[in-house]
């Protein structure tokens, strides 16, 4: 089984102490002590260390060059990993080019004191997964066990890195092979699943980009674990991986929701290497949701009928596409106690997300307007139904009007973008109730406009919970634990 460690990144022994045991508390197997990390390292601190936690401690002095926080160079370098190698830790971690000179002494001294070596190499930037093996293979060579963390580029590089992972397992090597980066963290996600011999994971804050939380790894600890995630781009914004981590540590899955910023054919790759990858479901957003309706296997009613997909379920080499943005803007619409029965609207965009509002008020028998800044895609959009939608060039909509609902499905406002409004202040005058479908942040400069003009409005977070919640039950066959995603996504938004 996949040994968890917490990693302690403490400026003094005695909160390193502190914060160790806590963590052991909480489960963790392990716990690693970054030498590093000491204001001042000292054999004094080191041996209090050693008796308190360290037949649970991994004891790492990693070097600046290797991404380290200690200027400990030369001769006090090697003085305190010689007093770290007869001090009793469970694992002293050295560095495969730092400590070329004296690894073969670490080693025997390691194992006089029934330790295990773990000889680690950190690349820089991306190389290729032949690099990686290399340098993997040569740190495995040098001690107990080799550790070799490299960033990684996109979804293709982590799922080569994945199976290099793989093979390793399947000889039964003691190996750690971590993708570093929001790409990489689909290499933790499968360290059990490969046999990894350590997952290091964040007691108190990350010390790495990717790193998951205590709690995540404590729920993929000796389980099947399985995949689900958002592709897209960009996905900066989102607070989808937030939300679906809090479902899962609800209900105590042994799944991780990844964010996957993948072009359209990087998300074919994706979905071809679903066995793999363990993947079981994705959330499709922009600007792939019309992308991924033409590589499911299956669609059901609403995606087939808008040729738009948000969710997807794998199972058994099987892609079915779901459209749950229609489930979440219909229920969000009763829960605002909005009736647009007769009334009129207007949709801003013509992509995915305007195609399920679009479907959805008029099935609720809503009058509907278009307008986009493109008007031939404003126009198919229009074509796509049977009933008659109405499409208004964006130089004319200060002649239309008055509507009983506005809604911006573009990703103007969004956090990371420019604050534009996706209509003039004239056309948001001529509206009785404004809905964004934005939800970061939760007052975009739309909604911060109909205030000032006293005009009801409403974010797209209800929209975004309905919909998630139901893509996690298509994807886990169980309630959605909507509480807890919705304080989580509170959190989030701060």
């Not at 820089?124 to 550790?147: N, Q, T, Y």
């Not at 570093?180 to 804050?205: H, K, P, S, W």
């Not at 509002?357 to 809503?366: K, T």
């Given at each position: 089984?996949?040994k968890?460690a917490?990693?302690i990144?403490?400026?003094?022994a005695a909160e390193a102490?502190r914060q160790?045991r806590?963590?052991?508390r909480?489960g963790?197997?392990?716990?690693?002590?970054?030498?590093d990390?000491l204001?001042?390292?000292?054999a004094?601190g080191?041996?209090?260390l050693?008796?308190?936690v360290g037949?649970h401690?991994i004891a790492?002095?990693?070097s600046?060059?290797?991404?380290?926080?200690s200027?400990a160079?030369?001769g006090?370098r090697?003085?305190l990993?010689?007093?770290m190698?007869r001090?009793?830790?469970?694992y002293?971690d050295?560095?495969?080019?730092t400590?070329?000179?004296h690894i073969e002494?670490?080693a025997?001294?390691?194992s006089r004191?029934?330790?295990d070596?773990?000889v680690?190499h950190?690349?820089?930037?991306?190389?290729?997964?032949?690099?990686a093996?290399d340098?993997?293979?040569a740190?495995?060579?040098?001690?107990?066990?080799?550790k070799?963390?490299l960033?990684?580029?996109d979804?293709d590089?982590?799922?080569?890195?994945?199976?290099?992972a793989r093979?390793?397992?399947?000889?039964?090597?003691r190996?750690?092979?971590?993708?570093?980066?929001?790409?990489g963290m689909?290499t933790?996600?499968l360290?059990?699943?490969?046999?990894?011999e350590?997952?290091y994971?964040?007691a108190n804050r990350?010390?790495?980009a990717g790193?998951?939380s205590l709690?995540?790894a404590?729920?993929?600890?000796g389980?099947?674990?399985?995949?689900?995630?958002?592709?897209?781009?960009?996905?900066d914004?989102?607070?989808?991986p937030?939300i679906?981590?809090a479902?899962l540590?609800?209900l105590?899955?042994?799944g991780v929701?990844l964010?996957?910023?993948?072009d359209?054919?990087s998300?074919?790759?994706l979905?071809?290497?679903?066995e793999?990858l363990k993947?079981r479901?994705?959330n499709v957003?922009?600007?792939h949701?019309?992308a991924?309706?033409?590589?499911m296997?299956e669609?059901?009613?609403?995606?087939e009928?808008?040729h738009?997909v948000n969710?997807?379920v794998?199972?058994?080499g099987?892609?079915?596409g779901?459209n749950?943005d229609?489930?979440g803007?219909?229920?969000?619409?009763?829960?605002?106690g909005?009736?647009l029965?007769?009334r009129s609207?207007?949709?801003?965009?013509?992509?995915?997300a305007?195609k399920?509002?679009?479907?959805?008020l008029l099935?609720?028998?809503?009058?509907?307007?278009?307008?986009n800044?493109?008007a031939?895609r404003?126009d198919?959009?229009?074509?796509?139904?049977?009933?008659?939608?109405?499409?208004?060039?964006t130089?004319?909509?200060?002649?239309?009007?008055?509507?009983d609902l506005l809604v911006?499905?573009?990703?103007l406002?969004t956090?990371?973008?420019?604050?534009?409004?996706?209509?003039?202040e004239p056309v948001i005058?001529?509206?009785?109730?404004?809905?964004?479908l934005?939800?970061?942040p939760?007052?975009?400069?739309?909604?911060?406009?109909?205030r000032?003009?006293?005009?009801?409005g409403?974010s797209?977070l209800e929209m975004l919970?309905?919909?998630?919640a139901?893509?996690f039950?298509?994807?886990?066959g169980k309630?959605?634990?909507?509480?807890?995603m919705?304080?989580a996504a509170?959190?989030?938004l701060?």
């Amino acid at each position: 089984m996949t040994k968890v460690a917490a990693v302690i990144a403490a400026g003094n022994a005695a909160e390193a102490e502190r914060q160790a045991r806590a963590a052991l508390r909480k489960g963790a197997d392990l716990v690693e002590l970054r030498v590093d990390a000491l204001r001042a390292p000292d054999a004094g601190g080191l041996r209090k260390l050693a008796a308190a936690v360290g037949s649970h401690a991994i004891a790492t002095l990693r070097s600046p060059d290797q991404g380290g926080l200690s200027a400990a160079e030369g001769g006090v370098r090697h003085a305190l990993l010689q007093e770290m190698c007869r001090l009793g830790f469970r694992y002293v971690d050295v560095e495969m080019e730092t400590d070329t000179q004296h690894i073969e002494a670490y080693a025997k001294a390691a194992s006089r004191h029934h330790q295990d070596l773990i000889v680690s190499h950190h690349f820089p930037g991306p190389v290729d997964v032949s690099d990686a093996a290399d340098a993997l293979e040569a740190c495995m060579g040098l001690g107990d066990v080799g550790k070799v963390a490299l960033p990684v580029s996109d979804v293709d590089h982590a799922t080569q890195i994945v199976e290099l992972a793989r093979n390793q397992g399947l000889q039964s090597k003691r190996f750690v092979l971590i993708g570093m980066g929001a790409a990489g963290m689909l290499t933790r996600a499968l360290a059990e699943d490969v046999r990894q011999e350590i997952q290091y994971a964040a007691a108190n804050r990350g010390t790495a980009a990717g790193q998951f939380s205590l709690g995540t790894a404590l729920r993929l600890r000796g389980a099947e674990p399985f995949v689900l995630g958002l592709a897209g781009h960009p996905l900066d914004h989102s607070i989808s991986p937030a939300i679906h981590e809090a479902a899962l540590q609800a209900l105590r899955l042994p799944g991780v929701y990844l964010p996957f910023d993948v072009d359209a054919s990087s998300l074919d790759s994706l979905l071809r290497a679903t066995e793999r990858l363990k993947l079981r479901g994705l959330n499709v957003t922009i600007p792939h949701k019309e992308a991924a309706a033409d590589l499911m296997d299956e669609l059901d009613g609403d995606a087939e009928a808008l040729h738009a997909v948000n969710t997807v379920v794998l199972e058994h080499g099987w892609a079915r596409g779901h459209n749950t943005d229609v489930y979440g803007f219909r229920v969000s619409l009763r829960s605002l106690g909005l009736r647009l029965g007769e009334r009129s609207a207007l949709v801003v965009g013509a992509g995915g997300a305007a195609k399920a509002v679009v479907h959805v008020l008029l099935r609720e028998g809503a009058r509907v307007q278009v307008t986009n800044r493109t008007a031939a895609r404003a126009d198919r959009l229009a074509d796509a139904f049977d009933e008659t939608v109405e499409v208004v060039p964006t130089e004319e909509l200060a002649g239309e009007g008055p509507w009983d609902l506005l809604v911006n499905a573009t990703p103007l406002g969004t956090a990371g973008l420019e604050p534009d409004l996706a209509v003039p202040e004239p056309v948001i005058r001529q509206s009785k109730f404004v809905y964004d479908l934005v939800y970061n942040p939760p007052e975009t400069s739309l909604l911060r406009t109909a205030r000032r003009l006293q005009i009801r409005g409403s974010s797209g977070l209800e929209m975004l919970l309905h919909q998630a919640a139901k893509a996690f039950e298509l994807w886990t066959g169980k309630s959605a634990p909507v509480d807890a995603m919705r304080a989580a996504a509170k959190e989030a938004l701060g």
